[in-house]
């Protein structure tokens, strides 16, 4: 076990690095940025937890034993009804939030077309640019619905961005280095997004309750299992929901760019 007692560590770089079981006693972590960091468990005690900023999945997060989860889910929802409507039942409630989703991108994409175009290549924080964001949804659609419930063994076009975490995977693309235009982007994102609606047209009740068939063509994601197909239904819509609102957020730090 290493150990990092009175240790200056500032401005160090853990990257794909297993802290699982680490301890932390008094510690400065001022400033110190968390992203993609799997944090199941985590226990803290004794912390100033002040001007801290948290955007991620939190479920059962206790603070001061107070479960918060509920409340943020709660005021979210109060925010923004739309947002309830992304976890529905039956198959309605699919193609009703796909007609949301679809009317808000519409007008996020309206809004990236305002700005020059090398904008949109352009990172802030860290994060992917608007076409990578595109082009990343092109990658989750083909994946759980190209493949895991249509069944297609070779889905990816190579335009498709796989999270920056996954490892190169044959056969899957990764091409952060491509710069295609905003209308290539969007062209290829159509072609995917009426794949969509062509599954949820055709949905029934008794559809959505079904499970996939397991789709084993050496391709690690999604894994060749069965899964349900509410599941995989589920995820598209919060990676459109929730990348949507990535998109706007830095959108806005985009156009604070502009003279």
């Given at each position: 076990?290493?150990?990092?007692?009175?240790?200056?560590?500032?401005?160090?770089?853990?990257?794909?690095?297993?802290?699982?079981?680490?301890?932390?006693?008094?510690?400065?972590?001022?400033?110190?940025?968390?992203?993609?960091?799997?944090?199941?468990?985590?226990?803290?005690?004794?912390?100033?937890?002040?001007?801290?900023?948290?955007?991620?999945?939190?479920?059962?997060?206790?603070?001061?034993?107070?479960?918060?989860?509920?409340?943020?889910?709660?005021?979210?929802?109060?925010?923004?009804?739309?947002?309830?409507k992304m976890r529905p039942a039956d198959a309605a409630g699919f193609r009703e939030a796909w007609d949301i989703l679809d009317r808000r991108w519409e007008q996020t994409v309206e809004r990236a077309r305002r700005?020059?175009?090398?904008?949109?290549?352009?990172?802030?924080?860290?994060?992917?640019?608007?076409?990578?964001?595109?082009?990343?949804?092109?990658?989750?659609?083909?994946?759980?619905?190209?493949?895991?419930?249509?069944?297609?063994?070779?889905?990816?076009?190579?335009?498709?961005?796989?999270?920056?975490?996954?490892?190169?995977?044959?056969?899957?693309?990764?091409?952060?280095?491509?710069?295609?235009?905003?209308?290539?982007?969007?062209?290829?994102?159509?072609?995917?997004?009426?794949?969509?609606?062509?599954?949820?047209?055709?949905?029934?009740?008794?559809?959505?309750?079904?499970?996939?068939?397991?789709?084993?063509?050496g391709f690690a994601w999604p894994p060749p299992v069965s899964f349900p197909v509410r599941k995989c239904l589920l995820i598209v819509l919060n990676e459109e929901w929730e990348h949507r609102l990535f998109a706007?957020?830095?959108?806005?730090?985009?156009?604070?760019?502009?003279?």
């Amino acid at each position: 076990m290493a150990d990092f007692s009175d240790a200056d560590l500032r401005g160090s770089r853990f990257e794909r690095a297993e802290l699982s079981g680490s301890q932390f006693w008094a510690s400065d972590m001022t400033g110190a940025w968390f992203r993609h960091v799997d944090m199941h468990g985590v226990v803290m005690r004794g912390v100033e937890l002040c001007d801290v900023d948290i955007n991620g999945e939190i479920k059962n997060l206790t603070i001061n034993d107070v479960d918060v989860g509920p409340l943020i889910e709660a005021e979210l929802n109060r925010r923004d009804p739309d947002r309830a409507k992304m976890r529905p039942a039956d198959a309605a409630g699919f193609r009703e939030a796909w007609d949301i989703l679809d009317r808000r991108w519409e007008q996020t994409v309206e809004r990236a077309r305002r700005l020059p175009p090398e904008r949109l290549h352009e990172s802030v924080d860290g994060e992917w640019s608007f076409t990578e964001t595109l082009r990343h949804l092109v990658f989750a659609t083909e994946a759980w619905v190209g493949r895991a419930i249509l069944g297609s063994t070779a889905p990816w076009d190579p335009l498709g961005l796989p999270w920056g975490e996954m490892p190169d995977t044959p056969g899957v693309p990764r091409d952060r280095d491509a710069r295609p235009s905003l209308d290539e982007v969007l062209a290829l994102r159509r072609t995917r997004t009426d794949m969509v609606r062509d599954v949820l047209a055709g949905l029934t009740d008794e559809s959505l309750a079904a499970q996939t068939t397991p789709v084993d063509s050496g391709f690690a994601w999604p894994p060749p299992v069965s899964f349900p197909v509410r599941k995989c239904l589920l995820i598209v819509l919060n990676e459109e929901w929730e990348h949507r609102l990535f998109a706007e957020r830095d959108l806005a730090a985009l156009e604070a760019r502009e003279p």
